[in-house]
Structure formats: C-alpha cells, structure tokens
C-alpha cells in the first residue's frame, strides 16, 4: 500500500488546486487551533457548570443528588422490565377507572351529550339541566367542608356579581374603545391593589386570570430583562421547596433551570444561606411567599430582599393566597410581617382577587414597582399583516364580565368588609392552631407546621411521639375525615394536612376541630391496614424514586375531567 499512498500524495501535490507546503501546513495548524480552541471552551463551560453546582449544593448534597439520580434511573429501568410495566399498567389502569366511576356520572336518569341538539333547547329547559347540574351530589362547601377552593362572599355579593356578568357578558377589554367601562374598571381594581400592597408612586399592574398565570407572567418578565440587559442564555431561578408550582411550571414552560431550596423545621422558612449559596450570573430572579401554599408560612423577606439588593437582581413576593387577608393583618390587629412593597428589594407582587378577594373565579393581578418592569411582560408584533398587535400578558381577549365582577366585589365589601372577613377568617385559623396544640385529644398526636400567620394551618405526626399509642397516620386521619364529609388537603415531604380557612369554614370551625378529635381518636396507633384514598396515593408517591407511575396516575385524573 506504501508505493500507491506515494504516488496518490505526488498527484495531490502537482495538482493545480494544492496548496503549497507552507499554506497546508498552516491551514492544518490552524484547524488543530479551533479543535483545540473547542475543546477548551468545553472544557471551561461544563468545569464552570461543575463548580458552580459543588458551591451551589456543596460537596455531600451533589453526591446525595447524583445517588438519587442514579437510584431513580436504576428505578426507571426496572419499571421498563416486560413483567413489571405489564403490571404496572394493570394498576395504573384500574386506579384511573376508579377515579372515571367516582367523576364521571352514569347509570339510570344520566344522559350525556355530546353534539349538538337538532333544534336549541327552550330556556326554561335549559335553566332545569342547569339546576339539576348544580344538585349534582358533591362534597358541601356550602357547609364549610371544603378547605381553601371555595373563597365564597356570601350570596348577596354573589347575586351583584351576577349583575356585573349579566351587564359586561360580551365585553372583551382587548378593545378599550368598544368597551370604555371595562378598561376604566381594570385601570382601577389594579390601582386599588397596588395602594393595598404599599406600591410607590409609579407602580404598575396587570390583571390576569389567576395566581399561575400572575406567576408565569412575572418569571416571563425577568427572563426576558435579564436576556435584554445581562445577556442570560442560561437562565436559572432560585424558589423555596415550598413555593407554588406554578414557579415550576414557568421553568418548564421557558425554558428556566429552577433551583428549590430546602425549608427546613422548626421554622419551615426558606433557608438563606442556600439561596446564598446558589447565586450566579444566570440567576434572574428570586421567590418568596406570604404565605406559602402547603404551610401558611410567611418567608423572610426583609432577608431575600437585602441578597435582591446586594446581587441586584428581582425578587418576586407570592401573595396569592394571602392576597387581602395579609394585607388586612394589621388593621385587624393581628401579628404582621413585613412582605410588600414597603420592603425595598421586592420588585413584583403576585395577588389572586379570586380568593381573599372574593371576587369571581378567574381574577387576580401581578403588580410592579414600576412600570418599566410592567413592560417587560407585554408581547407586541408591529408587522403582522393583521395589523399591530399588543397585549399586556400571556392571554389575548379577556371576559370583561369577570373585571367588572371584581371591580363590584372590591367597591362592595370596602376596607370595613375585608377588615370583618379578616378578623373572622384569621380568628378561626387561630382557634384551630391553638386546638392542635392545646387539646388532650390532639396535642400528643399532631403538631403544626412551623408558624402561621394567616390563613392556612397545617399539621403534622411528631418525629418522635412520646408513646407509640399517640402515632397516626396523617394520610389515614385526611381519609378518615374524608368520610365525615370534610375535604382537607393532604401534603407530602413530610406528610401532613393543611386547612385554609374560608368564611364557610369559619363558620364550622368548630365541627371541623370536634371532628378532627374523633378520627385522631380512631387512628391513634393503627398505623397498618387498609390504605384509603390518601393514604394509597401519597404513601405510594413518597415511596417511588422515579414518579412516573404518580404522572401516569395524575394524567388519567386529567384525561378523567374530559371523559362524557
């Protein structure tokens, strides 16, 4: 092969189109160059990604990390196994049935429809199915057996809201001059939040459809700033544990590296020196709650906001739930902590109006300290052939009839309105609070979770109880109150309930602590047996390294609330 790779080399060489010697060898000396160049850029990005995780989660947390990666990958791999996927989706199969047999209505008197009638229905038909829809049997919230879900401001302010549907029904405020009212209405129930969270002069808002979209709306914004002004293309947010998921789903949705940091007891507060510690030239922004979703707890904000300022960078408050209740604390003399724009280095609130608001479902606004941070939410196409498009957030036309619903719940209930709810909301979350830490019947099996200031109280089994007749199951004790008729919201990591208090549920407050004593009561040390709901559910979430069966589960639950 030697003589032909010789003469082959000769040929190239006399070729009008080689190079000369010199030129080749530059050439060749310079693509060795760029490899080379490559490789140390590689090198550096992914050592840089490499120390910035070690500083970030330190040395035993990333070995902890990589050990659950590698156990849940390991995990993946047997549920692939032919023998084991079959019945995995045997149970899988059964479980979503269950659940279609519980939601989904059947059997004699059941009709569903599913075209169109061949000729309209009279409207006194129509108003029959409607209240035969309504008397459908379900869990009373009316009765104040439902946590949180139902934020209800009695049926007087239901029946106005109904007027204010019935007024604007056909009113889209993507069209301020066809529909005057309506943007005059949103300018103010935004101004009138934004007074409510101490904004300062020049503050700014948006309204949108609910607490995720506030959320989505606010990580938008600081993704998009921080690739404007600081030129992120990697970019990361730093979130409580305990932080709605709606943060989460943010991440998912745009493409954002979510870092969650611990909560840990006895305070259940954001840890600081974590967040310190996962800080970096990609971070755009940092969460707090007032309160958070699982606990009712309040995080230290004043904290956050001084790393905000140290790192300049946006930290967002999520006030959804808390919304007009904590802001309502002080006046109603309960104990306050400091949480909005009075706080220098907060730069956006989220607040759902939906909930302690109590306007109708689908309200709730995001505010700015400015309006230069407002703008960087907004989506507008100048050369589209439709003409220029813009709109203030995620969603184009909006139902004018739900601002006006809350424009009228706002200037109905007034500062007196939401002082009374408050007293009366807060008032019985303290009396649960103090019944679960006082009474003999509970205060050896149960403990709250950390210290809640609002509305929400949430409880947990002791770590170590004094005598193994005081343990119980918590997801047993949800089950157990479950078929009392109460519908509570069952936690995991670590396992415990929550109740968020609601004008209904104050109401009952004390049935629901009676309650809780008896099936404390009738749990107290059966920590085996048959699993109920909850307990099948969450015991099996928390015991799976890879939760793929719990999304398949979850995902037959939504593909459920289709099914006809």
Same mark, same amino acid.
């Given at each position: 092969?030697?003589?032909?790779?010789?003469?082959?080399?000769?040929?190239?060489?006399?070729?009008?189109?080689?190079? *000369?010697?010199?030129?080749?060898?530059?050439?060749?000396?310079? &693509?060795?160059?760029? /490899?080379?160049?490559?490789?140390?850029?590689?090198?550096?990005?992914?050592?840089?990604?490499?120390?910035?995780?070690?500083?970030?989660?330190?040395?035993?947390?990333?070995?902890?990390?990589?050990?659950?990666?590698?156990?849940?990958?390991?995990?993946?791999?047997?549920?692939?196994?032919?023998?084991?996927?079959?019945?995995?989706?045997?149970?899988?199969?059964?479980?979503?049935?269950?659940?279609?047999?519980?939601?989904?209505?059947? @059997?004699?008197?059941?009709?569903?429809?599913? $075209?169109? *009638?061949?000729?309209?229905?009279?409207?006194?038909?129509?108003?029959?199915?409607?209240?035969?829809? =309504?008397?459908?049997?379900?869990? !009373?919230?009316?009765?104040?057996?439902?946590?949180?879900?139902?934020?209800? =401001?009695?049926?007087?302010?239901?029946?106005?809201?109904?007027?204010?549907?019935?007024?604007?029904?056909?009113?889209?405020?993507?069209? *301020?001059? &066809?529909?005057?009212?309506?943007?005059?209405?949103?300018?103010?129930?935004?101004?009138?939040?934004? $007074?409510?969270?101490?904004?300062?002069?020049?503050?700014? @808002?948006?309204? #949108?459809?609910?607490?995720?979209?506030?959320?989505?709306?606010?990580?938008? @914004?600081?993704?998009?700033?921080?690739?404007?002004?600081?030129? &992120?293309?990697?970019?990361?947010?730093?979130?409580?544990? #305990?932080?709605?998921?709606?943060?989460?789903?943010?991440?998912?949705?745009?493409?954002?590296?979510?870092?969650?940091?611990?909560?840990?007891?006895? $305070?259940? /507060?954001?840890?600081? *020196?974590?967040?310190?510690?996962?800080?970096?030239?990609?971070?755009?922004?940092?969460?707090?709650?007032?309160?958070?979703?699982?606990?009712?707890?309040?995080?230290?904000?004043?904290?956050? $906001?001084?790393?905000?300022?140290?790192?300049?960078?946006?930290?967002?408050?999520?006030?959804?739930?808390?919304?007009?209740?904590?802001?309502?604390?002080?006046?109603?003399?309960?104990?306050?902590?400091?949480?909005?724009?009075?706080?220098? @280095?907060?730069?956006?609130?989220?607040?759902?109006?939906?909930?302690?608001?109590?306007?109708?479902?689908?309200?709730?606004?995001?505010?700015?300290?400015?309006?230069?941070?407002?703008?960087?939410?907004?989506?507008?196409?100048?050369?589209?052939?439709?003409?220029?498009?813009?709109?203030?957030?995620?969603?184009?036309?909006?139902?004018?009839?739900?601002?006006?619903?809350?424009?009228?719940?706002?200037?109905?209930?007034?500062?007196?309105?939401?002082?009374?709810?408050?007293?009366?909301?807060?008032?019985?979350?303290?009396?649960?609070?103090?019944?679960?830490?006082?009474?003999?019947?509970?205060?050896?099996?149960?403990?709250?979770?950390?210290?809640?200031?609002?509305?929400?109280?949430?409880?947990?089994?002791?770590?170590?109880?004094?005598?193994?007749?005081?343990?119980?199951?918590?997801?047993?004790?949800?089950?157990?109150?479950?078929?009392?008729?109460?519908?509570?919201?069952?936690?995991?990591?670590?396992?415990?309930?929550?109740?968020?208090? #609601?004008?209904?549920?104050?109401?009952?407050?004390?049935?629901?602590?009676?309650?809780?004593?008896? &099936?404390?009561?009738?749990?107290?040390?059966?920590?085996?047996?048959?699993?109920?709901?909850?307990?099948?559910?969450?015991?099996?979430?928390?015991?799976?390294?890879?939760?793929?069966?719990? !999304?398949?589960?979850?995902?037959?639950?939504?593909?459920?609330?289709?099914?006809?």
């Amino acid at each position: 092969m030697a003589p032909k790779s010789s003469r082959l080399n000769s040929l190239i060489a006399k070729s009008p189109l080689a190079l *000369p010697a010199t030129r080749r060898a530059t050439l060749t000396h310079s &693509v060795n160059a760029l /490899r080379n160049l490559l490789l140390l850029l590689f090198l550096l990005r992914y050592t840089r990604k490499t120390y910035l995780h070690l500083r970030g989660y330190g040395l035993l947390g990333s070995i902890t990390r990589l050990r659950r990666q590698i156990w849940k990958q390991l995990y993946t791999y047997f549920l692939r196994l032919p023998f084991v996927q079959s019945k995995v989706r045997a149970d899988v199969d059964k479980a979503v049935l269950d659940l279609q047999t519980k939601l989904v209505p059947s @059997g004699p008197g059941v009709v569903n429809y599913t $075209s169109l *009638p061949p000729k309209g229905w009279s409207g006194e038909d129509v108003r029959k199915e409607l209240e035969r829809l =309504g008397d459908m049997k379900h869990t !009373r919230w009316e009765d104040g057996r439902v946590s949180g879900a139902v934020y209800h =401001g009695g049926n007087e302010l239901a029946e106005l809201q109904a007027e204010a549907f019935k007024r604007f029904g056909v009113s889209n405020p993507i069209h *301020p001059d &066809v529909f005057p009212g309506v943007r005059k209405m949103e300018a103010e129930v935004v101004a009138m939040v934004l $007074s409510l969270f101490h904004a300062p002069e020049g503050g700014a @808002g948006v309204s #949108t459809s609910g607490g995720t979209e506030s959320i989505l709306s606010a990580v938008l @914004g600081a993704r998009q700033k921080a690739y404007a002004e600081r030129g &992120v293309r990697e970019p990361e947010i730093i979130l409580p544990e #305990t932080a709605h998921t709606a943060f989460r789903k943010a991440g998912e949705y745009f493409n954002i590296k979510v870092h969650l940091v611990p909560c840990p007891a006895p $305070s259940y /507060r954001v840890s600081l *020196p974590h967040v310190k510690r996962l800080l970096n030239s990609n971070t755009i922004l940092l969460v707090g709650s007032a309160p958070n979703f699982p606990h009712g707890i309040v995080d230290d904000i004043p904290a956050l $906001s001084a790393l905000a300022l140290k790192h300049r960078l946006p930290l967002h408050v999520d006030c959804c739930l808390g919304s007009f209740m904590i802001a309502f604390l002080a006046k109603s003399g309960f104990e306050t902590p400091d949480f909005d724009f009075r706080v220098p @280095g907060v730069t956006s609130i989220s607040v759902d109006t939906h909930k302690y608001g109590f306007a109708p479902k689908g309200n709730s606004v995001v505010l700015y300290r400015s309006a230069a941070l407002r703008a960087w939410q907004y989506y507008i196409c100048p050369d589209w052939s439709g003409g220029v498009y813009a709109s203030p957030g995620i969603a184009g036309s909006r139902p004018g009839a739900l601002i006006a619903g809350c424009w009228a719940t706002i200037m109905n209930l007034g500062e007196e309105g939401y002082i009374s709810h408050c007293v009366q909301i807060v008032g019985a979350a303290k009396q649960l609070e103090d019944a679960i830490r006082t009474s003999p019947s509970l205060k050896h099996s149960l403990r709250v979770i950390g210290k809640p200031l609002v509305s929400v109280v949430a409880f947990r089994s002791p770590i170590n109880a004094p005598v193994d007749e005081h343990l119980v199951d918590l997801y047993a004790v949800a089950d157990g109150m479950s078929h009392r008729g109460w519908h509570l919201n069952a936690l995991q990591d670590p396992p415990g309930i929550h109740v968020a208090v #609601t004008l209904p549920v104050a109401n009952a407050i004390g049935e629901l602590i009676s309650d809780l004593e008896a &099936v404390v009561g009738e749990c107290r040390g059966k920590t085996d047996g048959t699993k109920g709901d909850a307990a099948a559910l969450y015991g099996v979430a928390g015991a799976l390294p890879d939760k793929s069966v719990v !999304r398949e589960l979850a995902g037959g639950f939504l593909d459920t609330l289709y099914k006809t």
